[in-house]
Nanobody, 119 residues
Framework: QVQLVESGGGLVQPGGSLRLSCTVS????????MGWYRQALGKERELAAV???????NYADSVKGRFTISRDNAKNTVYLQMNNLKPEDTAVYYC?????????????WGEGTQVTVSS
C-alpha cells in the first residue's frame, strides 16, 4: 500500500507565500513523477505542477513564475513553494505520485490540503 501525507496548507493574504510538502511511503519500488493538482470549489481538478523522476518540471500557465516544485528523493518528498499568491489560487491542493510497485504501476493521491488566499 502506498500513502501520501500532505502538509503546509492554510490561510494567507494576497501576495503572501506558502510551502506545501508531500511525503510518499509504503510498498513501492520506484517513485516516478510527483506533482500537485488543485481543485477550486465548483471546478474540475487541474494540474498545478509536476516533477519527473529525471528532474523535468512542468507548470500550469496560471502559476508559472510564482510556484516552484522541487523534490527530495532521499526523503521521498515533493514540495510546492507558492509565492505571490492570488485569491484565484484558493483551492484544495492534492499531491499525486506515479509509482512502480511489485505488482505494477500505481497512481497514488493524497487527501488534499486547503489553501485559502484572502484578505
Amino acid at each position: 500500500q502506498v500513502q501520501l501525507v500532505e502538509s503546509g496548507g492554510g490561510l494567507v493574504q494576497p501576495g503572501g507565500s506558502l510551502r506545501l510538502s508531500c511525503t510518499v511511503s509504503g510498498s513501492m519500488l520506484v517513485i516516478n513523477a510527483m506533482g500537485w493538482y488543485r481543485q477550486a470549489l465548483g471546478k474540475e481538478r487541474e494540474l498545478a505542477a509536476v516533477h519527473s523522476s529525471g528532474g523535468n518540471t512542468n507548470y500550469a500557465d496560471s502559476v508559472k513564475g510564482r510556484f516552484t516544485i522541487s523534490r527530495d528523493n532521499a526523503k521521498n518528498t515533493v514540495y510546492l513553494q507558492m509565492n505571490n499568491l492570488k485569491p484565484e489560487d484558493t483551492a484544495v491542493y492534492y499531491c499525486n505520485a506515479d509509482v512502480t510497485t511489485g505488482w505494477g504501476p500505481y497512481e497514488a493521491w493524497g487527501e488534499g490540503t486547503q489553501v485559502t488566499v484572502s484578505s
